[in-house]
């Protein structure tokens, strides 16, 4: 059975910093991509950073750039997202999702299959 699984979301203040993980079983992790989306209340669900299967690339939505930085251990099957700076505007149900493929990466939402539950983050102004 293939699962994601978020954690580590939660509420701080304008400013501050979290950092979510995806636990991954049931998969070849090494073999995907692996990406972090978020969807706002009210929003389409947007990309926000990848990382290859073998961690050398990676990618990130304009707003995540400098703030944001995304990481994946494959001896754990684990993905991170780093979250510095955070503002209002980073409040999301954050998911994280698997693509299929040892070498590209994608910021399409539909390329991504499986996608963990999602994790709140909250920033307060």
């Known amino acids: 059975q293939v699962q994601l699984v978020e954690s580590g979301g939660g509420l701080v203040q304008t400013g501050g910093s979290l950092r979510v993980s995806c636990a991954a079983s049931?998969?070849?992790?090494?073999?995907?991509?692996m990406g972090w989306f978020r969807q706002a209340p009210g929003k389409e669900r947007e990309f926000v950073a990848v990382?290859?299967?073998?961690?050398?690339?990676?990618y990130y939505t304009d707003s995540a750039k400098g703030r944001f930085a995304i990481s994946r251990s494959n001896a754990k099957n684990t993905v991170y997202l780093q979250m510095n700076s955070l503002v209002p505007e980073d409040t999301a149900v954050y998911y994280c999702?698997?693509?299929?493929?040892?070498?590209?990466?994608?910021?399409?939402?539909?390329?991504?299959?499986?996608w963990g539950q999602g994790t709140q983050v909250t920033v307060s102004s």
């Open positions: 999702a698997a693509y299929r493929s040892p070498f590209r990466i994608s910021t399409t939402v539909t390329d991504y299959d499986p």
């Open positions: 049931g998969l070849t992790f090494s073999n995907y991509a």
């Open positions: 990382i290859s299967a073998g961690g050398g690339l990676s």
